[in-house]
Nanobody, 129 residues
Framework: EVHLVESGGGLVQPGGSLRLSCAAS????????MGWFRQAPGKDREGVSS???????YYADFVKGRFTISRDNAKNMVYLQMNALKPEDTSVYYC???????????????????????WGQGTQVNVSS
């Protein structure tokens, strides 16, 4: 059974930083691209960033230059370093996995909610003064 468990959310002031972590188990990690998504109250879930097993990354325009995704294939972990946080970044952040057999995928699939196979339960991020 696949499990994705997020951690690292919390309350931070505008301009601050947080690092989210996602621990994956029950899957062959190298066969999956990993993504971070977010969903604010009353809004659709949206793609934030994605990374494939070779380290190719994609970012939504609204986080480029502020967020950095990374993964540790030896530990089955994926991370999202979030800097210069804004109040509009307040959301539940979800980790997700898409089976790619280690192949590259385009940005449409990499940041597309409907393409992902497994999801975590989410971690709340609140950006407020």
């Amino acid at each position: 059974e696949v499990h994705l468990v997020e951690s690292g959310g919390g309350l931070v002031q505008p301009g601050g930083s947080l690092r989210l972590s996602c621990a994956a188990s029950g899957l062959s990690f190298d066969d999956y691209a990993m993504g971070w998504f977010r969903q604010a109250p009353g809004k659709d879930r949206e793609g934030v960033s994605s990374i494939n097993s070779d380290g190719v990354t994609y970012y939504a325009d609204f986080v480029k230059g502020r967020f950095t995704i990374s993964r540790d294939n030896a530990k089955n972990m994926v991370y999202l370093q979030m800097n210069a946080l804004k109040p509009e970044d307040t959301s539940v952040y979800y980790c997700a996995a898409i089976l790619t057999w280690g192949q590259e995928i385009d940005s449409f699939r990499a940041l597309g909610v409907i393409w992902y196979d497994y999801w975590g339960q989410g971690t709340q991020v609140n950006v407020s003064s």
